[in-house]
């Protein structure tokens, strides 16, 4: 730290914390795509034609993620459905 | 019983034939008998920061094709006594490597040694796969980085999955994590992903940290793993990752910025 630097703003962006944010989310989704969870493009497209049997909807409406919390699996499903 | 242990990482540039040529030294310090083996074919280091690159005859690639003896390959270190070098070779593609061949000399190596250090080269491919198929333990050698964090968790996957030990359904490799080019002033600054983010994401023991330092260089340029350089920071950890390899209890050091004095804060520093 020089005599410029401590002139300058001590609060800098903490860019460390959105590596972490990121490894974390990036490492648990591949972890759990190699855990044998591979079933989930098949399950997504199973879901999105039992969808459209009722409901008028494009592939890129609907979105499938299998996440990790306190060991604890979360499916979640979110359907953006036509105005 | 020898024990084989591969330094891996998947990303490149973060240390591995550093950690390799230290580790294997470090371990012949103590006395142990050990051979650290390049399998990076096509893209040979070791034998450079080893500093025997001129003393390269016969290699790797040789054996396993019977073009020439084990003996006639291993190049013994002039430094350091109980220290061998098995060099990649400069010619051939990876492919050289075949599974049986690969482990025919490491049989032979168990009967000399006590470790059998395998470097191995970046990526996933056939190199890094026959690297770490043998493997009893792995170090992970990771820099404190994004790209270089996920890269070592797919490593991790693939240790898992695909050695020797996972496929024959043997006790799991043993895994440790190495951070290596940790800058404890930048982590204090909130530029750099501190060692227990590290820990956290990779969930594998901490063998050692390595600070990026001035010393790795130079040690390279002169061929003297800098593990011989006990005065450097970086010589010290790695002699610390050794002693905790063996068993040691020793704290982790290098973990805090160097406190400046009252001028070099003021005025910068070549501090």
């Known amino acids: 730290m020089s005599l410029m630097q401590l002139f300058r703003s001590r609060k800098e962006d903490n860019s460390a914390a959105i590596a972490k944010e990121r490894l974390q989310i990036i490492v648990a989704h591949e972890r759990s795509s190699r855990s044998g969870r591979d079933f989930l493009p098949a399950m997504e497209r199973d879901i999105l034609e039992v969808i459209q049997k009722y409901i008028e909807v494009q592939q890129e409406c609907i979105d499938i993620k299998l996440d990790s919390q306190d060991g604890c699996s979360i499916l979640e499903v979110n359907v953006q459905l036509p105005n | ?271």
């Open chain 2, 1 to 271: 019983m020898a024990r084989i242990i591969v330094v891996t990482s998947g990303k490149g540039g973060v240390g591995k034939t550093t950690t390799s040529a230290s580790i294997a030294t470090g371990l012949a310090l103590k006395g142990h008998r050990t051979v650290v083996i390049d399998f990076d074919v096509g893209l040979r280091n070791l034998d450079l920061l080893m500093g025997c690159e001129r003393r390269v005859v016969y290699d790797f690639v040789n054996v396993i094709n019977g073009e020439a003896e084990l003996h006639q390959a291993l190049i013994r270190d002039k430094r350091t006594e109980n220290l061998s070098i098995l060099p990649a070779s400069q010619t051939r593609d990876k492919e050289a490597l075949t599974h049986a061949g690969v482990e025919k000399v490491l049989n032979q190596l168990a009967k000399d040694f006590e470790y059998i250090i395998c470097d191995s080269p970046a990526g996933i491919e056939h190199g890094a796969l026959m690297a770490l198929y043998f493997a009893d333990e792995a170090i992970i050698t990771t820099n404190p980085e994004v790209s270089s964090v996920r890269d070592s968790d797919r490593i991790l996957g693939i240790l898992q999955s695909k050695s020797r030990r996972a496929v024959e359904n043997l006790e799991p490799v043993k895994e440790h994590l190495l951070v290596t080019r940790y800058n404890p002033e930048r982590v204090t600054r909130g530029e750099m992903l501190n060692i227990q983010d590290v820990e956290e994401i990779l969930a594998i023991p901490l063998i050692g940290v390595v600070p990026e330092s001035t010393s790795v260089l130079k040690a390279s340029n002169q061929g003297v793993p800098v593990v011989c350089n006990t005065d450097s920071d970086a010589g010290q950890a790695y002699n610390d990752v050794v002693a905790r390899f063996l068993g040691e209890d020793i704290p982790h050091r290098f973990l805090e910025p160097v406190k400046k004095g009252f001028l070099q804060r003021m005025f910068g520093g070549i501090g």
